[in-house]
T-cell receptor, first 112, second 113 residues
Framework: TQLLEQSPQFLSIQEGENLTVYCNSS?????LQWYRQEPGEGPVLLVT?????EVKKLKRLTFQFGDARKDSSLHITAAQTGDTGLYLC????????????FGQGTELSVKP | GAVVSQHPSRVICKSGTSVKIECRSL??????MFWYRQFPKKSLMLMAT?????????EQGVEKDKFLINHASLTLSTLTVTSAHPEDSSFYIC?????????FGPGTRLTVT
């Protein structure tokens, strides 16, 4: 059974601080996706990383895919209150028909 | 873009009744859709893969007779929670696959009283 261990599960920080969220697995993924979800809504895709060692930036968010394609990280620089939400990583495997395995999620609270 | 809708967005039903949730891909065809369940402040748990024109594939531990899935067309999959119990109360989310990407619906909040 494939698992994605996401940490931390809860994070409360002050505005302006930096943070990193990690997703780790013993399995290799063909791609890994990061989502953000607001309460009562579906997840919204932030980024997909496909190549081992890949780094993608989305404004203050930096996403990295591990060289072995087993882990990924999300780094937020100078967090803002608007970054508050649930962040989810999800891995897709080869020959699984697009099935996504989600990490446990990180509940981020950025306080003013 | 690709838009996925769910209906209803919220539903309250009594114990023992059945409730149907629809997932529609509005501007594309999806041979594969997925159904997830989410508890408060928790992650998404994959329940089943819905395949157009064939039987759904259920994840381990998910009762197929309780959670009936029908994918009768390329734009519609339905999840029916049969003989609902309070413990079935949850947030149900579907996604539809387009190319190599999944697009998520807005979710359906089910409350069983």
């Amino acid at each position: 059974t494939q698992l994605l261990e996401q940490s931390p599960q809860f994070l409360s920080i002050q505005e302006g601080e930096n943070l990193t969220v990690y997703c780790n697995s013993s399995s290799v993924f063909s791609s890994l996706q990061w989502y953000r979800q607001e309460p009562g809504e579906g997840p919204v895709l932030l980024v997909t990383v496909v190549t081992g060692g890949e780094v993608k930036k989305l404004k203050r968010l930096t996403f990295q895919f591990g060289d072995a394609r087993k882990d990924s990280s999300l780094h937020i620089t100078a967090a803002q209150t608007g970054d508050t939400g649930l962040y989810l990583c999800a891995g897709a495997s080869y020959n699984q028909g697009g099935k996504l395995i989600f990490g446990q999620g990180t509940e981020l609270s950025v306080k003013p | 873009g690709a838009v996925v809708s769910q209906h209803p967005s919220r539903v309250i039903c009594k114990s023992g009744t059945s409730v149907k949730i629809e997932c529609r891909s509005l501007d594309f065809q999806a041979t594969t859709m997925f159904w997830y369940r989410q508890f408060p402040k928790k992650s998404l748990m994959l329940m089943a893969t819905s395949n157009e024109g064939s039987k759904a594939t259920y994840e381990q531990g998910v009762e197929k007779d309780k959670f009936l899935i029908n994918h009768a067309s390329l734009t519609l999959s339905t999840l029916t929670v049969t003989s609902a119990h309070p413990e079935d109360s949850s947030f149900y989310i579907c996604s539809a696959r387009k190319g190599d990407r999944s697009y998520f619906g807005p979710g359906t909040r089910l409350t069983v009283t």
